[in-house]
Every structure is written in C-alpha cells, then in structure tokens.
C-alpha cells in the first residue's frame, strides 16, 4: 500500500513538473500571431475535452468534478469551438452583452493558456490524488437509519410548509416589481428590493427547510417531492431570466440523486437530450432577460456556445485593464471570504470603496456610466486567481480538488455539510462565472440558522421522539 502511495506521488510530481515546463514554454512563445492563436484555442479544447472524458470514465457523469468540467466548458469556454470552427476571430467581442472590444492576439493566447493550465493541473491533482477515492459512491449507512435522519425531515417539512407562503409572496413581489423596472436591484442593491426585509427574513426558513429535507437523506420518493416543491418556489426567478438558479439547482439534483440512490440516474442518449434541452432553455431565458424577440436565426451555434460562454472575455479584459482599476483594495480571490460581511448592496461608488470584486471593480474600470446604470460582467474565478499570477492559477488548480474532496468527505460525516451541500453544489457548477471561494459570509449565515433552529427543536418533544 504504502509503495503503491509512493509511485502514485511521484508519478504526480513528474506529471505537474512536465506541465509546468510545457506552461512556460508557451508562456515564452506567446506573440502576435494568428496562427499561434488558432494552435492556442485547439489545446484548450483538446485539454478539456481529454479531461471531461476521463473524468466521465473514472468518476462518473454526476461526479462534482465533472459537472464543474461540463459547466466550465458552457459557461466560459464553449465559444471557443464556434470561432474555431466558424473561422470567426475571437479576438472581437461585439454585441455580446458587455459591449465592444477588441483584443490582441497575445491577450487571447494568455487567455486561452490559462484555462487550459487551470483544467489540467487540476484534473491530474484530482485523478492522482482522489482516483482511489471515487465520489459517486452511495453514502455511508448511517445516513438511511440513522437517529437524526427522521427528526431532519420533520424539521425540514415543518419549516417548509409554514413558510411556503412568504416564497410565494416573495415570488409574486418580485415577478410584478422587476416587470417594470428590474435593474434598480443591481443598482441599489437592497435599498430598491422590492421585497420587504421581513419577507425575505422568513423566506429564509423555507429554503433552509429544504436543506434538512436533504440532510436527512430521505428516499427517492420524498427527495423527488421536496425537491419539486423546492423547484417551484424559485420559478420567479427563472421568469426573470435567471439561468444561475435553474442550471445549479438541476445540476445539484442531478449530483444528489447519483451521490445517494443511484449512479445511473439517466441513461447516456438522454443526458445529450438533456444537455441540448438546456441548452435551448438557457438561451430561451437570455432572451427573457434581455427582452429580445424569438427568432430562427437566435437558435444557432453562436448563440449557444458564445452567447452562454461569454464569461471567458472577462479574462482578457482585465488583462487588458487591470492597470487602470482604481478602488483596488485587496486580491480579488479574497471578495467572497470577507466582502460578504461589509453589508454593502447594490453597485455605487461608496460599494467600489469597501468591496473588492470582479464584477464591480472591473465594469467600472471599463465604463464607469454602464457600471452606475447597473451592468456588470458578473465574477470569474480565473480571473480571481490570475490577479495574483500565472502562480495564482497553478495553485488554484491544485487547490481545487482538495476543497472538492474535502467537501465530499465531511458531507460522510457532518451532518451540517450535507445540510450545506444545494449552496456548496451549486457554487461549484457555476464558479466558472463566479468567484473561486464559497462564500464565508452564506456558510457562517446558514451555520447560525442551523444551529438556531437545531436549538429550538431540541427543547421539543417532535426532536426527542425522532431520537429515540
């Protein structure tokens, strides 16, 4: 066994000194060239879909992993295949939501290099490392009968249903009030949220409802009805375009139903059904969003693949602009540790001076007028880990797959991560357009809830029954 560890950690370090050289190599060799741009965009595609596949193979099709390759490639890197094949130049990005820009060759190759460095690096941490460990397994008995498991649900089922109504009213709040005017959330954060503070307190408990529901690991049945139930509650937000909240919340469901019940949640022709079906559903909600007109000519490659992926220009521009960013506070890998905490909402001025995220600082930098009208490019976590350096994202790549397998064990453990484990899932299948880091601030918010409600259950006879 331990001979076994031995050669597997060599082999490791051989295979990340190997890349590392590869790295610099073409690190070196970046420049003006077409060309090179086209040999750059190849190996990013050839390195994810290498990746995707083995990680398919090994660790299964709803394995964490996998689904952040999968959502990598929609989110950020998928327009890539269409310039590739369309003989289109990346380099431009016109009328594709942030405006237009225009960039040279040697920012998109430094662009493409670091998506391909962070994909790799991190698929060889997590094959060598974890491969013994796969993470499709069903969990641990203990979560079928054991003494927490009946008293999680009662819980989970009484928060729900007393608190199903402020959803509802939240819902009707929001679908009437961002009908007229949506971007005055963005703007002003809560100041102009349509929902008063009080609704969305006790909305608050509905939705942690639903995360003891899937902390006490119930059967199919029941998981498939909260989760419907849950589901539900957050089609306000999918009416007002929010693919976010549906694409994670799916691919959670997806990840719980393999990680507890069955592996072979759906067969292999349906998951291609399936992913084209999001697909058109993601593009059908832009429209939503943006207010566009349904047309034939929208339902094409590059409304798919670049219209989804854009998030992979955030890169390049602030390559281009990270000179100029005035209210630089602090790394931007640090914002969702400790910008949570501030309690500054919306985008202004006096929110740049305290916070120091991708979307804010960035955007303003950019144009300062659309930043205060309410745009924003959203977050990108390798831009997060760039602004510390092309070491930032080594050491995010390699980082990544211990935060994953750390997650993975304690969810074995903890009742608490499970509890944790929608807002955990759903961070990771989207941070390719978020920040690299959970947040600090939602994980202490839900820690306090939970333990507060665990506190005022236990004081009653429903929690001691379940126990005994």
């Not at 890197?77 to 594709?96: A, K």
């Not at 400790?338 to 929110?351: A, L, M, P, R």
Request: charged share 10%; with cysteine; hydrophobic share 45%.
């Amino acid at each position: 066994m331990n001979y076994t560890f031995q050669t597997k950690t060599i082999s490791y370090i051989i295979e990340v000194i190997i890349s590392l050289v590869i790295l610099f190599i073409e690190y070196v060799i970046i420049n003006d060239n077409s060309n090179m741009t086209a040999f750059f965009e190849v190996q990013l595609l050839v390195v994810w879909g290498y990746a995707q596949y083995m990680s398919y193979k090994q660790f299964g099709t709803f394995n964490l992993f996998s689904l952040i390759l999968a959502s990598t490639f929609l989110f950020s890197i998928g327009g890539v295949l269409h310039f590739l094949i369309s003989g289109e130049d990346i380099r431009y990005l016109n009328n594709r939501g942030f405006g237009d820009f225009s960039f040279s060759n040697t920012i998109i190759q430094e662009s493409l290099l670091m998506y391909a460095i962070f994909i790799w690096l991190s698929f060889v941490t997590y094959k060598h490392k974890f491969s013994t460990n796969p993470t499709n397994n069903v969990l641990i008995e203990k979560y079928k009968t054991g003494q927490y498991g009946q008293a999680y649900f009662k819980i989970g089922k009484f928060l729900m249903f007393a608190f199903l109504w402020t959803m509802i009213y939240k819902g009707y709040l929001y679908v009437n009030s961002f009908s007229m005017d949506r971007i005055l959330i963005f703007l002003n954060g809560n100041l102009d949220n349509p929902v008063p503070t009080w609704v969305r307190f006790l909305a608050t408990f509905y939705e942690i409802g639903y995360f003891f529901i899937i902390a006490s690991k119930p059967d199919k049945k029941l998981f498939k009805q909260y989760s419907s139930l849950y589901f539900f509650s957050i089609i306000p937000d999918i009416i007002l375009g929010n693919r976010m909240a549906f694409g994670a919340f799916i691919l959670f469901y997806c990840w719980y139903y393999a990680k507890m019940y069955d592996t072979r949640i759906i067969k292999r022709k349906y998951i291609i059904l399936a992913v084209i079906g999001l697909l058109l559903i993601f593009q059908g909600m832009e429209f939503i969003r943006d207010g566009m007109t349904l047309s034939k000519s929208h339902f094409s490659l590059t409304s798919f693949l670049v219209g989804q992926s854009v998030s992979f220009y955030i890169l390049p521009i602030y390559i281009t602009y990270s000179g100029s960013i005035l209210y630089y506070h602090y790394p931007f890998i640090l914002y969702n540790i400790i910008g949570g905490f501030s309690g500054y909402t919306g985008q202004s001025i006096e929110v740049l001076e305290h916070n120091c995220g991708v979307g804010h600082q960035l955007i303003y930098t950019v144009n300062p007028d659309y930043y205060l009208m309410g745009a924003s490019f959203g977050s990108n976590n390798i831009v997060e880990l760039y602004d510390i350096g092309v070491v930032g994202v080594i050491l995010g790549a390699i980082f990544l797959p211990y935060m994953l397998r750390f997650f993975e064990k304690k969810i074995n453990s903890s009742h608490f991560w499970l509890f944790m484990s929608l807002m955990i899932v759903s961070h990771f299948v989207t941070f390719s357009r978020g920040s690299y880091f959970p947040s600090l601030y939602l994980i202490v918010k839900y820690f306090i809830f939970y333990q507060f409600i665990l506190g005022i259950f236990k004081l009653t006879k429903m929690y001691k029954s379940y126990r005994e």
